[in-house]
């Protein structure tokens, strides 16, 4: 049985501009918060452990006002617009914001708070100017393990199968460590080392944040800083208005279909509605939302209306630098008891995977030009481990996977990139793999023949095979596997994601998910990468472009007799000689 409906709205407006800040002033301050997470990046990723955090950039650091307003991050869509669920979920757990004091630095990474799953840890730390609150620096990031069923498992039925949840606890207090917490966190991983590791390195991050808007307020002074930020946000609230203007009012719907719940292989099928009057946008996920499924791609609210208004950020173009002020002409309604917004203790330990912003921004395909056909819509995630060989370490490996993003109007898909809500992470370089487990990497290459056809046909997916050189455990995610990345206009859909496992014996397994799967010495483990759609129809691409991609290898002489025929009778004197 479902529950009420929820609407979520951005925080308003909340201080009125006491003084004229000038448009320079404004700007320079911008930036300067920019540079702000960029120094907590530097200073997060040169000091961490785990390659999660030192290779692959699996971590967003943000800055927030006192009301917990995003003001800026520079990574990561999907952690940057839940991120101010999870500061004001900590604070208020701790009695909120006249209980916290110079020096506390607070942890949260209950789902169900934050938006995201238990690996996802989030510490926030107040900054003070004297007295004053001035705001919090911020930052979430992957971490190996919380002592879950498994490190990261596509199985669970239930939110306490997926780890030690935090709901908001003080790590340390006026500076001063709470030691019975750290130790409870050191107890509960299989890697000790990596958590304490990247624990300080994260803390660090958020100290050079602090240090950082310390030197702000010294050159402009506590108030007129806290009115320039009051016009950056109300910029970023003009932008998202001025583009909502341009596009038609109307009522608009997409349908999608997430793969399956990771326990059992049925569609699982869903609707989205939009609807755009005026200067304001309002996403509607009740109309015959999924209820809670039994496996964990149930999606906490927070990251619901995360994806949504990545979604809107992005095909309004103001994607650089966004905050709180982008999100205020953003609604989103979501039915209490939903995939959309599971309650306790429903799993949620996939919880993004499936509900990708393409299919938001499908539904305002027809109407906003610079849409573009459905993506991989995945990061083809793969977790390793081991227990090690002699007096070798447990071991384990992250690795996420980029895919072909579809085509566009005016251009092909690009190559192969992550998924704009994960924008900003970084694939592991192949020579730290070899150098840090027993897993070889024998080939990652660009896919011939799996990006959609089209007049603009879609970024070519991957396929990267990993071989096992001594036994270990994999947990892989492919979603979006049964629902091919679309076309528009006319355009052919891409190939879709897929995983095949390869024993010793010759035996192959495909899979789209799976948990813990035993993995002995010699077993190849292939990852397929999706391409994306086509944009118009492939009769009216140019001869020039298919001899290019012909003799690029990016498409083969079969395929392009299949999706190109009718320009392959006429062909130029390239595209004969490229298919010589």
Not at 267 to 291: C, K, M, R, Y
Not at 507 to 528: D, P, Y
Request: charged share 25%; aromatic share 6%.
């Amino acid at each position: 049985m479902t529950g009420s409906i929820t609407e979520v709205r951005a925080a308003p407006a909340v201080r009125s501009i006491e003084r004229d800040v000038d448009p320079v002033t404004t700007e320079i301050v911008r930036q300067a918060l920019a540079s702000a997470t960029r120094q907590m990046d530097l200073t997060l990723s040169r000091s961490a452990c785990s390659q999660a955090m030192t290779e692959s950039s699996d971590f967003c650091s943000g800055l927030f006002d006192a009301d917990a307003r995003l003001l800026v991050a520079n990574r990561g869509a999907l952690f940057a617009l839940s991120m101010s669920f999870g500061v004001t979920a900590a604070v208020d757990a701790v009695g909120g914001r006249a209980s916290l004091r110079d020096g506390d630095v607070l942890v949260i990474n209950d789902g169900f708070l934050t938006g995201t799953h238990k690996n996802d840890i989030q510490i926030v730390c107040p900054l003070f100017v004297g007295e004053t609150l001035l705001g919090y620096s911020s930052v979430r990031a992957h971490f190996l393990d919380v002592g879950g069923k498994e490190p990261l498992a596509t199985d669970t039925t239930d939110f306490h199968q997926e780890g030690l949840t935090l709901p908001g606890v003080y790590l340390e207090r006026a500076g001063e460590r709470c030691d019975d917490l750290w130790r409870v966190l050191l107890s509960n991983t299989r890697y000790p080392r990596e958590m304490a590791g990247d624990f300080e390195a994260v803390m660090a991050g958020c100290r050079a944040g602090g240090r950082a808007m310390g030197r702000l307020v010294a050159r402009y002074g506590l108030d007129r800083l806290l009115d320039a930020t009051e016009h950056i946000l109300n910029h970023g609230e003009a932008s998202m208005r001025s583009f909502l203007r341009s596009v038609p009012d109307g009522e608009y719907r997409a349908d999608g279909a997430f793969d399956d719940d990771g326990i059992g292989d049925e569609l699982i099928p869903f609707t989205i509605d939009v609807s755009v009057q005026g200067d304001e946008v309002v996403v509607d996920l009740t109309h015959d939302a999924p209820p809670e499924q039994h496996g964990p791609v149930n999606c906490p609210l927070p990251v619901t209306v995360a994806i949504v208004r990545t979604a809107i950020v992005s095909a309004s173009g103001s994607a650089n630098l966004i905050n709180e002020g982008h999100m205020r002409p953003i609604v989103v309604r979501a039915r209490e008891g939903t995939m959309f917004h599971p309650r306790t203790p429903a799993p949620i330990n996939l919880y993004g995977w499936a509900f990708d912003i393409d299919f938001v921004l499908r539904a305002l395909s027809d109407v906003v030009p610079a849409i573009p056909a459905g993506g991989c819509g995945d990061i083809g995630a793969t977790m390793w481990w081991g227990e090690g060989d002699g007096d070798a370490a447990p071991w384990a490996m992250l690795e996420d996977h980029p895919g072909g993003q579809g085509a566009s109007r005016v251009a092909d898909g690009g190559p192969p990139t992550f998924p704009l809500v994960t924008a900003g992470m970084r694939k592991l370089p192949i020579e730290v793999w070899e150098a840090s487990a027993p897993i070889r990497v024998e080939s990652y290459e660009l896919a011939p023949d799996s990006a959609g056809a089209g007049r603009h046909r879609g970024g070519l997916g991957i396929d990267v095979t990993y071989r096992a050189l001594g036994d270990c455990r994999l947990t892989a995610i492919a979603e979006r596997s049964k629902l091919a990345p679309w076309g528009l206009d006319g355009g052919l859909p891409g190939r879709a994601n897929a995983i095949t496992i390869g024993y010793p014996d010759g035996r192959q397994e495909h899979l789209t998910k799976v948990s813990g799967l035993r993995l002995t010495e010699g077993t190849t483990v292939t990852v397929r990468m999706g391409g994306g759609g086509g944009y118009g129809p492939p009769s009216e691409r140019d001869p020039k472009r298919i001899a290019e991609d012909l003799a690029e290898g990016y498409l083969s002489e079969q395929a392009c007799m299949r999706d190109y025929a009718e320009q392959a009778p006429n062909a130029d004197p390239a595209l004969t000689e490229a298919k010589a």
